[in-house]
Structures are given as C-alpha cells and as structure tokens.
C-alpha cells in the first residue's frame, strides 16, 4: 500500500513500515527487497534509478496492473476483517449469555 502512495525507494519504505510497527522486531530489510524484486518481476511494480541527494537508489512505483492487484488485495482483507469482527462478536456475545 505504501508504494501506491507515489515512488519510492526500498529504505523509506523500511522506515514507514517500522513506523507503523507492522513488526514488534523490526522489519527485515533483506524481505522487503525480496518482496520487491518479486514484485518487479510480477510486473506488479516498475523500476528505476534516481538520485536521493546525491545517493543513486532503486526507484518503486505502483504499475497498473499493481494497482488492480492492490485493490484486489484490499477488498480480500475488508472481508477477513469483516469475518474476523463477526467472530469476535460471536465469541463477546457468548461470553456475556454466560455471565448472565
């Protein structure tokens, strides 16, 4: 999701994700550049080089076949999240009969 959000480059994107703490540990660099890669070779992102500074980095953008695989992937999650709640509400609503 992060790279839909406009280019990028693999450390900043290491930094938003530890920002985020998706990972209590941290996150593994060497898995997001996999990640990456996999994603380059899926078509899902494109590549190029650009400069930070006077840095040269590796350059993400979300391609249009990323963003439909992207929206896919959101609307699977908005289901699990969905089935996830109902079974939580589930297991509130039993624990509440049995209290009573």
């Not at 660099?29 to 990640?35: D, H, L």
């Not at 076949?65 to 999650?77: I, P, S």
């Not at 089935?83 to 624990?95: A, K, N, P, R, V």
Request: net charge negative; charged share 30%.
């Amino acid at each position: 999701m992060l790279v839909a959000q406009g280019p990028t480059y693999g450390y900043k994107l290491i930094g938003e994700l530890n920002e985020l703490d998706v990972a209590p540990e941290g996150i593994d660099a060497g898995t997001v550049y996999r990640t990456l890669r996999s994603m380059d070779a899926d078509g899902l992102v494109s590549t190029e080089w650009g400069l930070q500074g006077d840095q040269p980095r590796r350059e993400y953008r979300l391609t249009e076949e990323g963003a439909c695989a992207l929206e896919d992937w959101m609307d699977v999650m908005s289901e699990r999240k969905r089935l996830i709640e109902h079974f939580l509400d589930q297991g509130q609503t039993s624990t509440q009969e049995q209290e009573e």
